[in-house]
């Protein structure tokens, strides 16, 4: 048996004989007997997709513990344990375990959510199995199987036709095209890839029609699997997020070192410790500055995001795709189905007599036709009459209501489906009308001359109804109705119906003429004689039907979003310049100056090229799956952080390079759902505006957290820095114990509260964060040390003083040992505790004030306040824990001393921020 080749379907199998055809597979227009077709599996495989490699699981599981922020909380831990305090360092690994889990279990729940979403390819399909039709599953088809294809079929492979009776095919899904292709068993190239008459593609759907066909490629060999395959070649690069996080954790340890060596040093040089007790001491302080909440905080900011976006509709897979998503500066964006609503919608019918609007959108029963804006009743006006009389007979769709849902089912084209929709918003009752003249024989719609006609019988009259492309048509029409009358067509008349078509053309509408004409009736012989020659003649003009794809209603809210937001959108579609252009400049994506480049053009193009015109205002029409890949290529050299969008098999290589994916969750097929990082479950492309607004909110709540911990980095330092300075003479105002107390006690509750701090007044408003920005930047290390960290440093350390003031210093000497000490270091910690009070509630913001957020808005961090309140006391008070921390109780002026702090800090802040605020507004 020879192997079937499926590089070149076009040229092997489709311009061939059929005879020449069955000989090449090894087969016959009976199909395959049972025994060959088992041999055939053996060889090629079961028809399936493969999907991406799964992650081993265990892996996976892992890889949460072994991040460079998770080895350092291993090794901060071990610190811990170093410096004395086995339960705190026991605390730390909890930590990082305890994270691990949630990270883990949050991608896991993601993961399996997708799994679900996973259904593309038909179950099953009847096939010709020793020559008698036999139901089997899909994935049991195999090359040089013969099979039946109905009206709602999805195509299992690719195949090319046997027999083919008014066949068009939905290929949206391979070519982000709306309009269905026609068809036939004679070959013709068409335009495009995919294009071809007498082949189907696995993945596709019959939308009219029925035939047979024989299977050519299954599999990974079809198309379908093609893309597939180049889908999950491609490697997903790390998300922005894990680069910063990364280059965070390495400042974070190069700033820790190094206060550690200099504290180490220093400890020998100025206060003459033995090494073993400089080196404890100087891992305390790295330990203090180690931020051990930052990998909880970044994984509960990024959980909550999810959660949050799933309640929106969007299903993000991986935690790290939300902040990837807020820091998107272009949207790659298909058109069919994301933008619009994958509907074709009749809004125009023009008549020789007038113009009419139909009004109403998609699928959805509830509209009405007008002529200037005022009602009009179908049965007023005989050529409206005329015309819906023929786009309701001659058609082959029907609409199905579904459970009150706004989209009912549609059983047929989209192109014909709105054509009956158009009617019923009309009030024209087709199902009565039919009765009265039956529909008595029917001359499918074929490539070659584009037209449809059925022929009903109205009495001793035949009534013959006739639709399809303007200019194949009006060639047939030797007459015109207007105004309920007919007369002869002349040049004149022509002239003014086709500018009629070329104006809805250059909007991107697409225009369907309707002609009919009438004949006596004799006998059911006559109808028998009936051909397309002899019956689609003489025809009388109507009118048109212009219909589009509308857009999706909350298109364009989004849209002005992401432009207030500095996102750029950039369509890029199977479908036509004209089109293309039309919903762009209509939904407010570009202007009427856009530039258009076709998929020829773009392949033409020099990388510079392509940049060049990726800097301004363009749409790429009439795209190819590969060139939508390198669209997404250019523009991440250019420095861009890409989103895209589709639905379909085409988009999925362009998913899969992009910063993040976004597929379609209704629409979409499996590759696209595989290959993406969020899936929107409601198709519904204003649900990644409100996913760009959570991921900027995850990133500036991470950094809020970063100044917050930072905060009480300094506090912490200055009392070992007046420690060392004074040569011992000022002993240690804050023990390594109790810095520990405030990393991984008082401080955690509140960080974590500010991650989840919703989004700020006018984060939309703003522009993506640089590319070469970090989290870690010049504003917030000055913020941190030299404004809330100083404000804090100097409050604990007069805190400090404050106790040994009323033990008699200065006249005595500072406490170094017993209660008294034991107080005054209390102090120092309780001192920087309610410093950070203030700072958890400061730091809600960047420039807003927190009286308009709300001061109570964000409950958790109240309840880390109260938390550490609580902590504090417990420190303070319980006797077994007070040998642990070297605390002592406080007394009734002490605590005064400590609720007052928090007022003047907040109030100073609000201060600056109003400043700050008042100096924006009058640049």
Known sequence: MKKVDTKSLT??????????????????????????????????????????????????????????????????????????????????????????????????????????????????????RNGKIKQLDAKDIVPGDVF??????????????????????????????????????????????FSESNLVYAGTTIGSGDGKAVALATGMKTEFGKIASLTQKQNKSISPLQQELNRLTKQISMIAIAVGVVFFIAAILFVHHPVAQSFIFALGMIVAFIPEGLLPTVTLSLAQGVQRMAKKHALVKDLNSVETLGETSVICSDKTGTLTQNQMT???????????????????????????????????????????????????????????????????????????????????????????????????????????????????????????????????CSNIQINGQTQSITSADKAKINQANKNYATKGLRSLAIAYRIIPYTDQKQIDQLNIDNTEKDLTFVGLTVMADPPRPEIYDAVKKCHNASIKIIMVTGDSELTAKSVAVKIGITSDKVTVVTGSQLDEMS??????????????????????????????????????????????????????????????????????????????????VAAIEEGRTVYSNIQKFLLYIFNSNVPEAVPSALFLLSRGLIPLPLTVLQILAVDLGTDMLPALGLGSEKPEPGIMNQKPRAHNSHLLNKHLILTAFAWYGAIASLVSTLA???????????????????????????????????????????CRSKYTSVFKLGIFSNHRVWAGIIFEIVLLAILVYTPGIQSVFNTAPLQVNDWIFLFIIPIPIFLIEELRKLIVRYRHQNR
């Open 800 to 842: 400090y003083f404050f106790v040994n003031f009323q033990n008699g210093w200065p006249v005595k000497n500072l406490l170094s040992s017993g209660i008294g000490y034991n107080r005054a270091t209390t102090m120092t910690l309780a001192a920087i505790i309610f410093c950070q009070i203030a700072a958890a509630l400061n």
């Open 346 to 476: 009749v809004n125009h019918i023009w008549l020789p007599s007038g113009e009419y609007t139909v009004t109403g959108q998609g699928y959805v029963n509830n509209g009405k036709i007008q002529k200037n804006h005022q009602d009009i009743n179908y049965q007023t006006s005989p050529d409206l009459s005329q015309l819906l009389r023929v786009s309701a007979f001659d058609n082959d769709t029907t609409v199905e209501s579904t459970n009150n849902s706004q989209k009912p089912k549609i059983l047929g084209t989209p192109t014909e489906a709105a054509l009956v929709i158009m009617a019923q918003k009309a009030g024209f009752d087709a199902s009565t009308e039919l009765k009265k003249m039956p529909r008595l024989k029917e001359l499918p719609f074929d490539s070659d001359r584009k037209r449809m006609t059925t022929i009903h019988q109205d009495g001793q009259k035949l009534f013959i109804a006739v639709k399809g492309s303007l200019s194949d048509l009006l060639k047939q």
């Open 607 to 688: 990388t510079n090229d392509l940049q060049k015109v990726l800097q301004g205002e363009v749409i790429f029409a009439r795209v190819a799956p590969e060139q939508k890949y390198k669209i997404v290529s250019t523009l991440q050299k250019m420095g861009k952080i890409v989103a895209s969008t589709g639905d379909g098999v085409n988009d999925a290589p362009a998913l899969k390079k992009a910063n993040i994916g976004v597929a379609m969750g209704v629409t979409g097929t499996d590759v696209a759902k595989d290959a993406a990082d969020m899936i929107l479950t409601d198709d519904n492309f204003a649900s990644i």
């Open 148 to 193: 039946e294809l109905q009206a709602g079929n999805s195509v299992p492979v690719d195949a090319r036709l046997l027999e083919a009776t008014s066949i068009q095919v939905d290929q949206s899904a391979l070519t982000g095209e709306t309009v269905p292709e026609s068809k036939t068993v004679k070959f013709t190239p068409g335009e495009g890839k």
């Open 11 to 128: 040229n092997d199998f489709a311009q061939g004989s059929l005879e020449q055809l069955f000989e090449k597979l090894q087969t016959s227009k009976n199909g395959l007997n049972q025994t060959e077709a088992e041999k055939r599996l053996t060889k090629y495989g079961p028809n399936t997709i493969h999907h991406s490699k799964q992650k081993s699981q265990v892996k996976a599981f892992l890889k949460n513990f072994a991040s460079l922020m998770a080895i350092l909380l291993w090794i901060s831990g071990l610190i811990a344990i170093l410096t004395g305090s086995v339960e705190l360092g026991i605390a730390i690994w909890l930590v990082n375990i305890i994270n691990g889990i949630f990270s883990f279990w949050q991608e896991y729940k993601a993961a399996k959510a997708t799994d679900s979403l996973m259904a593309m390819l038909p179950t099953y399909t009847r096939v010709f």
